[in-house]
């Protein structure tokens, strides 16, 4: 199991590590199971590839989501 505290530092590392990997579209903590891992969204499968299954002990999890825009503003 691990803690919410030990994610947060891993989460931080992979973060480090990955900011100029192009198709990591987000970083964040989820829980799984009784403790805490790091999930990336990537945008597809060649950038999952690229993502550690764990960092300092906390296991990772990808998600492939596509590339993310912001969404247009209506006017009306």
Avoid: F, H, N
Avoid at 2 to 24: C, E, I, M, N, P
Avoid at 51 to 64: I, S
């Amino acid at each position: 199991m691990t803690d919410r505290a030990a994610a947060r530092a891993a989460k931080q590392t992979l973060a480090d590590q990955l900011s100029s990997q192009a198709g990591v579209v987000g970083i964040g903590l989820a829980r799984r199971d009784s403790g805490y891992v790091v999930k990336v969204d990537v945008a597809d499968a060649d950038a999952a590839g690229r993502v550690p299954r764990d960092v300092d002990g906390v296991r990772v999890v990808t998600e492939v989501v596509g590339v993310i825009r912001p969404l247009r503003s209506r006017t009306a």
